[in-house]
């Protein structure tokens, strides 16, 4: 019975989907601790940025040994300017996102592109599995919409007849 199960359940995932789980919840940790912290400070998005970017820039730096390699040549000096001032406005306005809509609304913005990704791949991938597609768009869909409604909070949920003890 036990060997049954083990080859149709697939355990070698099982390590990798638990390091995804867990860089999640740290990635949406973090983004609240920042809201937090920029509200409750009321620092410049672009100083606090750059404070948090500095000291892993300087290890990459050191790691990397940029000067040690061949140099860029001509046609790679530019992309890689606007490919740095690109990145900088990304997460200037990531930052000033943040601490004017709040941790939910910005995370949600990140996945907006995921959201064209699975569209995009219901109408021109192949015909496979074509209702899980489909399904995970409208998951998507309905989980925005929920959202933005403000149903994120605990007094705008559906749900909030269930625990609120000063109904009726």
Excluded at 37 to 56: A, H
Excluded at 70 to 99: D, E, H
Excluded at 160 to 168: H, N, V, Y
């Amino acid at each position: 019975m036990m060997s049954s199960l083990r080859a149709t359940y697939p355990f070698r995932h099982t390590p990798l989907q638990i390091i995804h789980v867990i860089g999640n919840f740290l990635r949406i940790w973090s983004v609240y601790s920042m809201y937090r912290y920029l509200i409750q400070t009321g620092s410049s998005v672009g100083l606090f940025i750059f404070c948090c970017l500095l000291p892993s820039s300087l290890l990459f730096l050191a790691m990397q040994k940029p000067w040690k390699g061949r140099p860029l040549s001509n046609q790679q000096v530019v992309p890689s300017i606007i490919n740095g001032v690109i990145t900088a406005l990304y997460f200037s306005m990531w930052g000033k996102g943040l601490k004017s809509c709040g941790p939910v609304r910005t995370i949600l913005a990140e996945y907006a592109g995921a959201v064209l990704g699975v569209l995009s791949a219901a109408l021109y991938g192949q015909g496979k599995h074509l209702w899980k597609k489909v399904g995970g768009l409208v998951a998507m869909m309905l989980s925005f919409y929920l959202l933005s409604r403000g149903w994120a909070m605990g007094t705008h949920s559906p749900f909030d007849i269930l625990f609120c003890s000063k109904c009726c």
